[in-house]
């Protein structure tokens, strides 16, 4: 009777913790999707100028709801740093490429990160952000 309840117990506890990580999966996929949806639309934008905007800036409300949805993908920060650099508003774009380095230091996370402080006129902390993201990946230096 008891192993009996036990198993039963069991069962359960594994249904459930495999319905959670089916919720998780699609959460993920979600965020996956509108990342991809973001860049999208960036590439469309990145040619307007400043008439693009409105549209980087629907893009940041889909990263941030995507971001609570996968809170470890270093590639979500890492779009929305390049949202915030194509409003030439480095101080948030760097914020968030620090985000995205604390997740995964990644080349092209330093290598942005770069962009942003040396358009905010932080010359030597730039050159250090692009060493490193030629460090990673030497590529980057050519």
Do not use: C
């Amino acid at each position: 009777m008891i192993n009996r309840l036990l198993l039963v117990l069991l069962a359960t506890l594994l249904a459930v913790a495999a319905i959670l990580q089916g919720a998780r999966g699609i959460r993920r996929l979600n965020a996956n999707q509108a990342l991809k949806t973001v860049e999208t639309v960036t590439a469309r934008v990145a040619t307007l100028g400043s008439a693009g905007h409105g549209a980087l800036a629907k893009n940041l409300l889909v990263l941030q709801r995507a971001q609570r949805d996968d809170p470890s993908n270093a590639a979500l920060p890492l779009a929305r740093g390049a949202q915030y650099l194509l409003l030439r508003r480095t101080a948030e774009a760097e914020a968030a490429y620090r985000e995205a380095l604390r997740l995964e230091p990644r080349a092209e996370v330093y290598l942005n990160m770069g962009r942003a402080l040396w358009l905010s006129g932080q010359r030597e902390p730039a050159r250090s952000m692009f060493r490193s993201a030629v460090a990673l990946y030497p590529r980057f230096e050519k």
